[in-house]
């Protein structure tokens, strides 16, 4: 989209959305506008209402389905043959935020890229990283420490994951704040509702890293390293490589996804305990759930609200007909907290009973970092609980305007 087109559209949204969300209204008794403050505050009664009136909606803001039933949005995000990935990253994705990445990527591309990139997540490779989060933890934590009000989102949970993304792919991490200013602007433009002003950081950003990781390629092709640019340069499967686009927006992605679905994971997850105080209570005097604990924020509030799909051929779902072409998102936050599935759902719950959330995708394009971010959340957490143990909220923070991640701006609390 240009950005005179973004702009036309911002001057007519006051007429043209009201609009569009009445006819929704009209077919289905519900429409679904996640722009709207009350939405972006606190979206799940929408969802629950959307759940039961109309699992699968026709959203006429997006000319789009919107689907909120778990059973649903599972079949949606493990069928890659019916619903493509690549062909919703040009239906759904502006054209300035679009990258050569596995997100967007079916098979067989898909399979190629991921098989190079998943050595550097494996669980035993992620688990030596453990002693390296357990000090950037501490670290950033002494760096507050005497302060009687911290915003725990700047002092721990943005920096946390860039520092670690940094140090993995080898990279200095006195470049860490750059990272995360570069990683806000590309996190804004995956929104669907991205505004002119978005569009235009967001492709500077895109400019600034893709010359960075340029350099940085140049240099690791001449000095390799033990890090992920040295691995991802040599590596070889079935004599293939990947191409310097792709290279670039594997980059990119890592440094992206990584960042910011930890950061909102942290976030919002610390945020549910310091509502939830009998949880906090419980997680403290039992430590050996914090393992359930992330899961459970997981599901409860999750980092990954909605993920897009393009329907590649003709199919039936709740009984309406989807075309051919048509785009599809699938509203993991909804499906978390689906009745069907989950006893009481609005309920947070850190012993309840192992059910497999959505939050980190399904099929194959599983999440290739959620053991990493599974575990330097569960460091975060109880780096923060150890150290304060009468931490408290002393602000209600509000959330990131974005349709797609879900995180609060800042978190401040007294300790």
Same mark, same amino acid.
């Given at each position: ?15 043209? =959305? ?72 040009? @239906?759904?994705?502006?054209?300035? @935020? ?5 997100? $967007? ?17 494996? $669980?035993?490779? =992620? ?19 005497? +302060? ?54 967001? $492709? ?47 980059? $990119? ?13 942290? %976030?919002? %997850? ?7 105080? @009998? ?8 430590? %050996? ?8 924020? #997981?599901?409860?509030?999750?980092? =990954? +609200? ?54 980190? %995708? ?31 909220? =002393? ?15 800042? #978190?401040?609390?007294?300790?």
């Amino acid at each position: 989209m240009s950005v005179l087109a973004s702009a036309a559209r911002q001057l007519l949204a006051p007429v043209v =959305v009201p609009a569009l969300l009445g006819w929704e209204r009209l077919e289905s008794g519900v429409s679904f506008y996640p722009r709207s403050k009350e939405v972006n505050e606190n979206p799940y009664p929408l969802y629950a209402r959307m759940r039961e009136r109309d699992p699968v909606h026709r959203m006429r803001l997006l000319d789009a389905w919107v689907v909120t039933r778990y059973r649903d949005v599972d079949l949606i995000l493990r069928d890659h043959g019916r619903f493509s990935s690549s062909m919703q990253q040009k @239906a759904v994705i502006p054209e300035s @935020a679009r990258s050569v990445s596995m997100l $967007n990527l079916d098979p067989p591309a898909h399979t190629r890229v991921r098989s190079l990139v998943s050595m550097a997540f494996t $669980n035993s490779a =992620v688990q030596r990283l453990r002693p390296r989060i357990q000090a950037i933890a501490d670290r950033l934590l002494d760096e507050v420490a005497g +302060q009687e009000r911290i915003d725990l989102i700047s002092a721990i949970a943005h920096p946390l994951p860039v520092m670690v993304m940094a140090e993995m792919l080898g990279i200095a991490t006195d470049d860490a704040k750059q990272f995360q200013d570069w990683s806000d602007d590309l996190a804004a433009s995956i929104d669907p509702f991205l505004t002119s002003r978005q569009e235009r950081r967001a $492709n500077e950003a895109r400019r600034e890293l893709s010359e960075y990781f340029g350099r940085m390629l140049e240099v690791r092709r001449k000095d390799p390293r033990d890090d992920i640019i040295s691995a991802l340069l040599a590596a070889r499967e079935e004599r293939d490589k990947l191409s310097p686009e792709e290279l670039r927006g594997t980059l $990119n992605l890592l440094l992206v996804a990584g960042n910011e679905t930890t950061k909102n994971l942290i %976030g919002n %997850g610390m945020l549910a305990l310091l509502k939830h105080p @009998a949880q906090m209570r419980l997680l403290r005097n039992d430590p %050996g759930l914090m393992g359930a604990a992330v899961q459970e924020f #997981l599901r409860f509030d999750a980092p =990954v +609200q909605t993920d897009a799909r393009t329907a590649v051929h003709d199919v039936e779902l709740g009984g309406k007909l989807i075309r051919s072409g048509t785009k599809i998102l699938t509203v993991i936050g909804a499906a978390n907290r689906d009745p069907a599935v989950f006893e009481n759902p609005d309920s947070l719950d850190i012993r309840r009973e192992r059910r497999p959330h959505l939050s980190f %995708g399904r099929g194959i394009h599983y999440c290739l970092g959620a053991s990493l971010a599974e575990l330097e959340a569960e460091i975060a957490f109880a780096s923060i609980l150890e150290r304060y143990p009468s931490i408290r909220l =002393v602000a209600d923070p509000a959330h990131v305007r974005n349709t797609v991640l879900r995180g609060v701006k800042d #978190l401040w609390v007294g300790v």
